[in-house]
């Protein structure tokens, strides 16, 4: 797992984004956003790409915790509640993660614990295990 999210510090995208992984174990994967000035977009909230990319790498975390590349095939995201400051989480769960394919569910939600996105993701596991530095 350590190396798994050594690989995971490595995304550009989510540096620049500051999300930071909070747990990380086999099929699951928990990630935080601070809410900064430049996640709002000209209404005020929370741009729904910033969020996108939040439950992105909570998926991706936990699709590849069994050791296997796993990129995403299809994903759907449904945002369900406006978030403007502290801090959004994302909790991914694999449900069914069997052969080459792998569903995972991740649950964005506030600091209230309120549900704020839901998104569904379904990965392709490339191979196997790869060596991880």
Known sequence: MESLAAVVHQDA???L????????SPGHARV?????????????????????TLADLGFAAACNS?????????????YLKAAKSGTLHADAQEVSP???LGTCTVRVTDDAG???????????????PAPRP
Do not use: C, W
């Not at 956003?33 to 910033?50: D, E, S, Y």
């Open 17 to 24: 984004a500051g999300i930071e992984i909070v747990e990380l």
């Open 13 to 15: 995208f989510a540096k």
């Open 32 to 52: 935080k956003m601070q809410i900064t000035p430049q996640h709002l977009n000209g209404l005020g909230v929370v741009h729904g790409g910033a969020i996108f």
């Open 98 to 100: 069997h052969g080459k």
């Open 66 to 78: 069994h050791g296997f590349d796993a990129v995403a095939v299809n994903v759907s995201v449904s």
């Open 114 to 128: 309120d549900l704020v996105a839901l998104f569904q993701g379904l990965s392709y596991r490339k191979g196997p």
